[in-house]
């Protein structure tokens, strides 16, 4: 499925269909230019890793999802240290760096799509946890996309191994 992010209109389209999306805080920058920090989504093809579901916030038959997930736990984090040789990758709290932590209280993190940013080797300071996941009423986000929870829900379905998501 073809999954393309249209940051002049903020829009993401997949598959025939169209949704209204956030973006960074910072905009837009080329996927060169990011930095830990600025808030800015990176321009660029990411490849879709995999998902991360909250067991008790999200309903899903698991026999539909083509693409690895896991649920998350409490304990779960992501890296955002640049000094940490983790950087950019799932860490478990308590973490000896800094690191982002996914169990929310909000439901902006109740359905995550991992994306290939930065990741294949991670780069210290490039950016990192740049994600597609749940909005809070389209404000911005500190560098990832986000479109409603029941959109992200009903994509994850359709989405498959080698599939992309396209920031213009």
């Not at 109740?110 to 080797?121: K, S």
Request: proline share 10%.
């Amino acid at each position: 499925m073809r999954l393309e992010v249209d940051t002049a209109v903020r829009m993401l389209h997949a598959g025939g269909c169209s949704m209204p999306c956030s973006i960074g805080r910072g905009g837009v920058l080329p996927a060169a230019q990011k930095k830990e920090g600025d808030g800015a989504t990176p321009l660029g093809c990411w490849p879709i890793r995999g998902f991360l579901l909250r067991p008790d916030r999200v309903r899903l038959a698991d026999d539909g999802l083509r693409m690895p997930w896991r649920w998350l736990r409490p304990d779960d984090g992501w890296s955002d240290d640049p000094a940490d040789p983790l950087y950019n990758r799932p860490v478990r709290h308590p973490h000896l760096f800094s690191a982002e932590r996914l169990w929310r209280e909000d439901d902006l993190y109740d359905a995550i799509v991992v994306l290939g940013h930065n990741d294949t080797p991670p780069i210290n300071g490039h950016g990192s946890a740049i994600f597609l996941h749940c909005w809070r009423g389209g404000a911005a986000t500190e560098g990832c996309v986000a479109i409603p929870k029941p959109e992200l829900l009903a994509l994850l379905p359709r989405i498959s191994p080698g599939d992309v998501l396209r920031i213009r």
